[in-house]
């Protein structure tokens, strides 16, 4: 049974890989399992400067899920070059880096940071977080700008770059068309769908956001029924995500065609789900009689 | 911090809302816990609730393998451990975040501070305060005499004030009051409440050195997620609640 | 406590009503509790002609939800007026009809043949049915298209018009401002997320549709978020909708801005929910510091 | 159709995930039960599942006020009732769907069809036609050996093949097999299993009359949401398995 996935700039020992702000940049996982075990990490998003993030509270429990509006808190590209790599860089692990931004630039000055720096195997272009003022989301619900900005990442990154898309759309086969187009190699998804939760006690949302993103199992099949659509549109690889909390979710994924898997808010229900999975898979594939990760790809199809 | 499940041994309601849950759980793994740390508790299996919920230490006696928590039914989560039955098992993460420094002060006699489901950590706290020689006063407030708990163990380690807010046990009014009126000596205090009680007590002994205890609602419990943070003095940058504290010195933070 | 509601066409006396599509016409629930009892009722969808609907598998449980591709079996609006309707009248009861349709002249037709009935209190116009192959969900995600159908829908209705819109869309706000200029009464919303669930076993989509509607629990965030939206964009009344299961729930939709809940797929669950959300609402609305159900209505702003 | 409360009596593994519950209710309600009905049960409380599960009545005790339910662990739901204890309650809507129209039939011979988890329904109807003092056959195909039960139940009701795909017991093949080789009498013909079963069961017995239970996903399991049909036989009109099922006459519906 093989585990592994080929996929552009990611040798992938197994599709298994913590999803972006979910994991932070791998040191307080590393306390429950050797992070060499993981198919990959995406860490953090980075911007260019640091960011304080939005007032708390940030995160708030749904019925199988949670909305987050940490609003990007991060020490900025150079501090996560020189303070949160270094320590990745002891595990045989492909490092994602996660690309945020509130302007075209920023996304571009990001990016060329990062080519800086020898240990980055990859960029996820973030285009799709909900949860700052400006810049973000509308990059990822405007096809002709998540184009714009995928080009001009592209131009100035030295790893493949996977764009990540906001399943905030009335079509989501248009933007991945159109980044596809603009030269995206890869595709990531979904990320968090915009939700809010009142608080009954003090009468106004509980997020000091007002909004957030939500994540977890209750949108499992809303990102499976998009990278289903979308896996038929285009022809650059996926990395799915989005509620997985079972081997037989990432399963899932994988046969609505995706080509690895990212794990967010069930390490929060249990740090040790990513390894789990990993565990459990060879097992689970053989059971539903494949005998390869490859070869489920797409095959619900 | 590890991961461990841990037996429920006993659960009891001790005051209105209010339970008190014996867990069990290898000795090796009690004594670690020091007073101010909590455990992340998952309140059930399945995915209806995907967040942990951080619950204080309240006692631990390793002896017996047991720690102690005491919660009070606030919500789904609160009100679905309550419904443990002993032999239960427990999924934690254990333990969680940094304790009062007590090791590393010199003190003769602290001033501990509670208010509501802020008092269990403090119990602990004094329990090793007095182990170590320290002169312990506590002032305890409660919403009315119906939530009041632990009163008793608290008499048996130093002087107790308690305080209700509607005056149905003890004196009346806040825990601040008590601090205006009686003359309390002591070289640190140590608090653990709602925010605008810490806001008050912060200002009222900016004089003194103290620690406070602070809650946020949490994402991961770990330090991953960004979720529990609270600035620093001069707001330049975040402190992580799970992680770096969530006992903080009350110079460093602004509430 | 009062919990009577006024809205246009509709006098509740209280807030609670079964969502359309949950609750067939009513003869089913009736053996659990008086029907009189609610404060209105939403029936199943109405077309022109009698349709079978989708093939089976119909439904699929997901985690605090469920997907439905039902396709809109129905026996036709006639038949309707004339056996379902009339076990309704015995009742005290305000008759909400959910149209649908394939195309502007089916919607307008459906609402003709309503208008000669005297039962409908106002209709639902269901332009965001994601669960058929033709019309339906692009009427609900265009905002011209969705205008056009009110428009033509208001021309020929006898009574105040409910514009039941899609979540399946980048920019709510903008489509309830169409609809609202173009004459709607009020708003719907929100109608089901699109999704997919696949069967690991058969190796393809568990529905026959292949994609289905989400509802139940998991959504709840996200129709609360939009409600909260359309409340500050629109001047028209709200119903609102989306994973109602318990009486915080109708609060929580009562401050976002609703101005009646219907519950849908939480009756399969407990056939009693709206009978014993109706009875628990007052003590939960004194609980909160109201005095009536119109006090908490957009309270949460 | 009411919506009741059940106790757990009794949960014991009787084959290979296969599961016999004994469920206390009042025997007014348990009176009722008609072979071929079903319990729309949920599985647990709180949201993670919004969909009840169908289960049929296997048998009835009214003097005991016992009613018994067998199935096999498929899936969540399935596996959570499995974990179901003895005094644990369980949300049952009961009576569910019309049963096998026994009462309205003449006949002296019936042959009982069932494949896996299709017998339990076979077992209730075969004690109520036994009870009217008609001859029973029974044909009950089963995966495996670890698979069957409820051999010897048939066995003391009337002449009982048991067949197993993969001949690890009695006949090896499919049920369709043993109606090849047996000469079998009957009346009528009632069957329940998977629909591959049913379809080969009606074409095979299309001259005989009978009637077969029938299988869908269900959402409200009362007729209201349109989840479970199947259609009539010129195809015009769709029947609600729920409601107007789960038991048909073979010829009035198109598998
Ligand atoms: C470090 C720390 C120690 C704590 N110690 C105790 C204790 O010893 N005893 C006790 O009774 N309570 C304690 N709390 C508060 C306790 O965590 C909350 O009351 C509890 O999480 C509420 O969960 P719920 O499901 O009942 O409420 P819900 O409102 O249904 O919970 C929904 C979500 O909000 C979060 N949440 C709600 N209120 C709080 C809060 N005040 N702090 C953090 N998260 C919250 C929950 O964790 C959950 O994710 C502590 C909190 C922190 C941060
Ligand atoms: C009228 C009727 C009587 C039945 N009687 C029995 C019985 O006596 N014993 C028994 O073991 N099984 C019986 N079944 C099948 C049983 O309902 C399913 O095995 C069970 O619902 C699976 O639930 P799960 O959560 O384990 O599986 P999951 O696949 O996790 O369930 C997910 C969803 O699919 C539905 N589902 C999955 N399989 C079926 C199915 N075959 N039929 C209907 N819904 C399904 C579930 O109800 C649930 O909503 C009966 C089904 C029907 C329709
Ligand atoms: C607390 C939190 C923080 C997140 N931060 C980021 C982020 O910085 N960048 C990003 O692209 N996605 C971020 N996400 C989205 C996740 O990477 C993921 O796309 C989403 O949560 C769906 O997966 P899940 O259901 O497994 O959590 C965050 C999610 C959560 C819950
Ligand atoms: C089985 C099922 C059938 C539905 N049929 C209709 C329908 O005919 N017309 C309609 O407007 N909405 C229909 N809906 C959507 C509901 O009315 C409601 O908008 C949605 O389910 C969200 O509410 P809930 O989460 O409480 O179920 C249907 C929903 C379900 C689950
Ligand atoms: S809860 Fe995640 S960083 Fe504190
Ligand atoms: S399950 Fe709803 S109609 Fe049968």
């Known amino acids: ?17 913590p999803a972006s702000g979910c994991f932070s940049f791998g040191k307080e996982y590393s306390q429950f399992y050797d992070l060499s075990k993981l198919g990959a990490i995406m860490i953090k998003a980075a911007t260019e400067h640091k960011r304080l993030g939005n007032a708390t509270p940030r995160v708030a429990e749904t019925k199988s899920g949670m909305l987050n509006a940490i609003g990007l808190q991060n020490p900025g590209v150079d501090a996560i070059i020189n303070q949160e790599i270094p320590f990745l860089t002891q595990f045989d692990l492909p490092i994602i880096a996660n690309v945020a931004g509130s302007t075209i630039e920023e996304y571009e000055n990001v990016t060329t940071a990062l080519a800086g720096s020898d240990d980055i195997a990859a960029i996820e272009l973030n285009i799709s977080c909900p949860n700052v003022k400006e810049g973000g989301v509308q990059f990822g619900t405007q096809p002709a700008l998540a184009a714009e900005v995928t080009r001009r990442v592209k131009a100035v990154s030295n790893v493949p770059v996977y764009v990540k898309l906001s399943p905030n759309v009335t079509d989501i086969v248009e933007i991945a068309q159109a980044v596809e187009q603009a030269g ?9 769908l915009t939700g809010m939760k009142i608080d009954l006690k003090r009468q106004q949302p509980l997020l000091a956001n007002q909004v957030g993103g939500l994540s977890g199992p209750a949108i499992k099949p809303i990102a499976i029924r998009m990278i289903y659509q979308v896996y038929q549109a285009v022809s650059i690889p996926i990395i799915g995500m989005g509620g997985v909390t079972s081997v037989d979710d990432v399963i899932e994924f994988l046969l609505a065609g995706a080509s690895a898997v990212a794990v967010g808010t069930a390490n929060f229900q249990n740090p040790f789900i990513c390894s789990e999975l990993i565990d459990q898979l060879a097992d689970r594939l053989a059971h539903y009689g494949f005998d390869s990760v490859e070869q489920a790809i797409g095959k619900g199809h | 911090m590890e991961q461990a499940y841990a037996t429920v041994h006993q659960i009891q309601q001790i005051a209105k809302a209010t339970y008190q849950m014996d867990l069990l759980l290898p000795s090796t793994l009690v004594k670690q816990i020091k007073p101010g740390q909590f455990v992340h508790v998952r309140v059930s299996s399945g995915t209806e609730h995907m967040l942990r919920r951080p619950i204080s230490v309240a006692d631990v006696q390793p002896a017996h393998n047991l720690l102690t928590i005491i919660f009070k039914v606030f919500g789904e989560g609160t009100a679905q451990l309550a419904a443990y039955k002993p032999t239960d098992q427990l999924d934690l993460l254990i333990p969680s975040g940094n304790g009062y420094p007590i090791e590393q002060l010199e003190l003769s006699h602290a001033l501990l501070v509670g208010g509501g489901i802020g008092v269990p950590p403090l119990h602990y706290l004094a329990k090793q305060l007095v182990a170590k020689g320290v002169n312990v006063t506590a002032v305890l407030g409660f919403q009315t005499a119906d939530d009041i708990f632990y009163q008793q163990a608290f008499e048996q380690l130093g002087t107790t004030y308690i305080v209700t807010n509607d005056g149905s046990y003890g004196a009346k009014g ?61 707001q330049s940058s975040h402190f992580k609640i799970c992680q770096d504290g969530p006992v903080f010195s009350a110079s460093e933070v602004v509430l």
Do not use: W
């Open chain 1, 1 to 17: 049974m093989s585990l592994a996935v080929q996929l552009p700039g990611l040798s992938l020992k197994n599709p298994i890989m």
């Open chain 2, 174 to 234: 806040f825990v601040t009051d008590v601090l205006n009126q009686e003359d309390i000596t002591c070289d640190y205090y140590f608090s653990c409440g709602p925010t605008p009680m810490l806001k008050a007590i912060q200002h009222q002994l900016a004089d003194k050195p103290g620690y406070i205890s602070l809650e946020e609602r949490m994402g991961c419990g770990i330090g991953a997620c960004y979720a529990c943070v609270i600035p620093n003095k001069d």
């Open chain 1, 184 to 192: 995206a190699d890869g595709l990531s998804m979904i990320n968090t």
